[in-house]
């Protein structure tokens, strides 16, 4: 009977370090995506905030090194790499804690740094980041850091209609009257990022469960290998 529950434990161990595993390879394909989608415009920002998706991809690696400790640790009975998961999962699960309420403090400052610095690069283009600007307005379908107005404001005198980036057309100088995109460059990447974030959410929940259960499922598969050795 107990060695029957043990197998079925060990069982379990496995598929919850596959799953582990394939929300690993999940991390890093939406962390590639990520790096794709704002890779160009991470000349703008004067913090490094928008390399978040480089760090899904660091992080996405390592849970999948860890799965892989985990599924063979279980599969060999083997206590010492069943421990070393168990240990590295609690840190993992402590880094990405820390990590969300970091992030939930200094949402306000990102916001307003973010904003800053494309209202800076908008000061000095077209000598700075004007490849990078001209992306970002061309992609999200906007223009200025709040709106049109910040060409009017802080752009040189060429570019204070936007320029042709603003309004679809990045071969032009500058925009014409009314044609521009009415929609500022960070609200519009802010609407981007929350379309996302019901599949962010999912995956953040779903790797917590599936870290908590594994811990539990781990700990009582080592407590039952510990057991069975003294036997």
């Known amino acids: 009977m107990a060695e029957g529950a043990t197998k079925c434990i060990k069982l379990l161990v496995f598929f919850f370090n596959f799953l582990f595993f394939l929300f690993g390879i999940a991390l890093v394909g939406y962390g590639a995506y990520a790096e794709i989608k704002f890779g160009p415009y991470i000349s703008i920002s004067s913090n490094d905030f928008m390399s978040g998706s480089r760090l899904l991809i660091a992080v996405g690696c390592i849970i999948t090194i860890i799965a892989f400790f985990g599924c063979c640790g279980a ?34 400052k990102i916001q307003s740094d973010l904003t800053d610095d494309i209202i800076r690069n908008i000061k000095e283009y077209p000598k700075n980041n004007k490849a990078a600007i001209d992306a970002m307005q061309m992609d999200f379908e906007c223009c200025g850091a709040k709106g049109p107005s910040d060409w009017t404001f802080y752009g040189q005198m060429k570019y204070k209609a936007g320029p042709g980036s603003c309004c679809g057309k990045p071969n032009n100088d500058a925009c014409l009257p009314g044609t521009r995109n009415s929609k ?27 870290q908590i259960l594994g811990m539990i499922l781990a700990m009582t598969l080592i407590c039952r290998i510990h057991k069975g050795s003294y036997a």
Not at 203 to 208: H, K
Request: glycine share 8%; charged share 20%.
């Open 75 to 108: 599969w060999k009975e083997n206590k010492c790499m069943l421990i070393l998961f168990f240990i590295l999962l609690l840190i993992v699960l402590g880094l990405e804690i820390a990590a969300a309420v970091l992030g939930y403090i200094n949402k306000d």
């Open 184 to 210: 500022g460059c960070f609200e519009a990447m802010k609407d981007f990022v929350n379309d996302k974030l019901i599949i962010i959410a999912g995956l953040a929940i779903g790797l917590i469960v599936i």
